[in-house]
């Protein structure tokens, strides 16, 4: 088979975990085994998300003496592709992988005019209370946003139109190399007169690694993430995890555009468009979720 995986940001570094090297290091190596199996077992694709990392590298950037302004976020990306993928090659050799695996570093062509240049919605950095989110919104130009119960940075998140580097990932993928594409959900780019350029977002990779799934006709999306599935009555006394499901039933309920609300629109998709399997589930359960035994595991019909 072949099959793209979707590691969550959130899942790397937890929520209101301090953002240590040595933490996400960790989180990797957990997750390893599995992934060096699906990697042995079958064509795999990691897409990872960054959005508490680049929001770091941005606060970073930001408070840097030395530089005129901060660095766009496309640069931030590319930036947390190189750290997340060295981490993801190490992790999956330490792991006992054997074959090989790279990163590619990967732009992700996005319409200069989506609309969600003017609606931001995607999380990136740490959490704050109310009162310090507005604060610093109010201090450095930011739109910030509720993730549950706490207050975060939100950046613009522009659907992904296409991957620059696809075919390059699947000449890899087809040679039996394990392939680290997309990683943050590409660095943002649009169509100038001069060719590609950066812009001020951050592209939501469950997006992304649907687009790359279908593209590449994988026959099965996986979104891991930092909870166990999808949640019926989420933030309830009732909340559990919704099992088998059809996407028209997780169609029909709505999610919080900024977490699970990309991730269910995106496996959907997959689902309705190529009549393939997808899963969403935790990080800790790859495995398990890979194999179809945790998560939400969502059919057409
Ligand atoms: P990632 O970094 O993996 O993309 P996100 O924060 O974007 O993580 O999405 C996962 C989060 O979605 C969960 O931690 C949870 O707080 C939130 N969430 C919102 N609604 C639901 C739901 N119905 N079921 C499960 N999780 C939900
Ligand atoms: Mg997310």
Redesign the pocket.
């Known amino acids: 088979m072949r099959i793209v995986v979707a590691l ?4 790397l570094l937890r ?1 209101g975990e301090s953002p240590e090297s040595a933490i996400q290091l960790e989180h990797v190596a957990e997750a390893s085994p599995a992934l060096a199996k699906a990697a042995t077992d079958h064509q795999l694709v990691l897409v990872h ?1 960054n ?1 508490p990392q680049v929001g770091m590298l941005a606060l970073e950037s930001a408070a840097d003496p030395s530089i005129s302004r901060p660095y766009p976020f496309s640069d931030l990306v590319a930036e947390t592709q190189g750290v997340i993928g060295y981490w993801l090659q190490q992790g999956l050799a330490n792991a006992g992988l054997t074959t090989p695996v790279v990163t590619l570093v990967t732009q992700t062509l996005v319409e200069a005019d989506d609309p969600s240049f003017g609606d931001p919605t995607k ?1 990136v950095g740490t959490a704050y209370d109310e009162e310090r989110a507005h604060q610093l919104a109010d201090a450095n130009g930011w739109t910030v946003r509720p ?2 119960p706490a207050w975060r940075r939100v950046v613009a998140s522009p659907l992904p139109q296409r991957i620059i580097e696809l075919e390059t990932a699947r000449t890899l993928l087809e040679g039996g190399t394990t392939v680290v594409l997309a990683g943050g959900g590409g660095v943002p780019v649009v169509e100038t007169a001069h060719g590609l350029a950066g812009v001020e977002a951050v592209v939501d ?2 997006h992304v690694a649907a687009l790359i799934a279908a593209e590449l006709q994988a026959d099965l999306l996986i979104l ?4 166990d ?4 009555d ?2 309830t006394l009732q909340q559990r995890v919704m099992g088998e499901v059809t996407a028209d039933e997780l169609l029909a309920l709505s ?2 555009a ?3 609300g ?2 269910v629109a995106a496996a959907c998709h997959f689902v309705q468009t190529t009549g393939k399997h997808a899963a969403i589930g935790a990080l800790a359960a790859a495995g398990d979720v890979i194999g179809g035994a945790a998560g939400t595991q969502i059919r057409g019909t």
């Not at 969550?8 to 899942?11: E, I, K, Q, R, V």
């Open positions: 969550g940001g959130n899942a929520r998300g959005g999380f993730d549950g990779k469950d891991l993430t930092d909870v599935g999808v949640m019926a989420y933030g999610f919080p900024g977490s699970m990309p991730k």
